[in-house]
């Protein structure tokens, strides 16, 4: 698998030329998240934003032009961030010398630690996936991207991984721990966890699955 398969390719954001703008356009973006996170972001008007953004209506249309330029923003930065962490926790050399769970539990902890506090903005992402096709499109790549990157570290633990099938294994264990914290995110069903404790749950099924 190749180890350098780059999200940089799916996902930008955009980055005004003034430095007042980016801080504008930073602030929109966290007013937006905000919103998303506590269900108010498709009721709040433009100018609701730019209030909660200190910034002015003008400058909204003048940066974005609309609110779903603005989501869509959203949703690449939450890409974006995304890939940074991937791309850092997959880098093959440091995990040279160290074990299998090492890596799982590292990759665990990365997963939890995205979806914390991310309920708006995945909701958002489902329901945009669900009407957008060239969006969705756009998820699933970047979600195969992970995936092979997560799957190139697997396969340099192969020795470890005892599963009847490991090549089919390390396919099916990224989209599943993806699939389980999504599900967390948007129902609370593992809510009587604490994070640690959802690290530690989730790396148990991940190591007993490979071994």
Do not use: C
């Not at 269900?39 to 209030?51: H, K, M, P, Q």
């Not at 209506?57 to 690449?76: A, C, I, M, N």
């Amino acid at each position: 698998m190749a180890q350098n398969s780059s999200i940089a390719g799916i996902v930008a954001l955009p980055e005004p030329g003034q430095e007042r703008s980016r801080q504008a356009l930073e602030r929109l973006l966290l007013a937006s998240e905000k919103l998303l996170a506590e269900n108010r972001f498709e009721d709040a008007g433009v100018a609701e934003l730019a209030r909660l953004a200190q910034t002015s209506v003008g400058t909204f249309y003048r940066l974005l032009g609309d609110k779903e330029t603005l989501s869509g923003l959203l949703l690449q930065r939450f890409f974006s961030e995304l890939a940074e962490r991937i791309e850092a926790l997959t880098e093959l050399r440091q995990w040279q010398g160290r074990s299998l769970e090492d890596f799982v539990r590292a990759a665990v902890a990365l997963f939890v630690s995205i979806h914390r506090g991310r309920q708006g903005v995945l909701r958002a992402l489902i329901t945009r996936s669900s009407r957008d096709l060239e969006f969705r499109d756009r998820v699933h790549r970047v979600n195969q991207l992970i995936s092979q990157r997560t799957i190139a570290v697997l396969a340099s633990k192969s020795a470890e991984i005892r599963h009847p099938d490991p090549a089919q294994a390390m396919m099916v264990l990224p989209p599943v721990l993806l699939g389980i914290l999504n599900h967390h995110t948007l129902t609370g069903s593992l809510a009587f966890l604490s994070d640690a404790s959802l690290e530690n749950e989730l790396t148990r099924i991940a190591m007993k699955y490979l071994q």
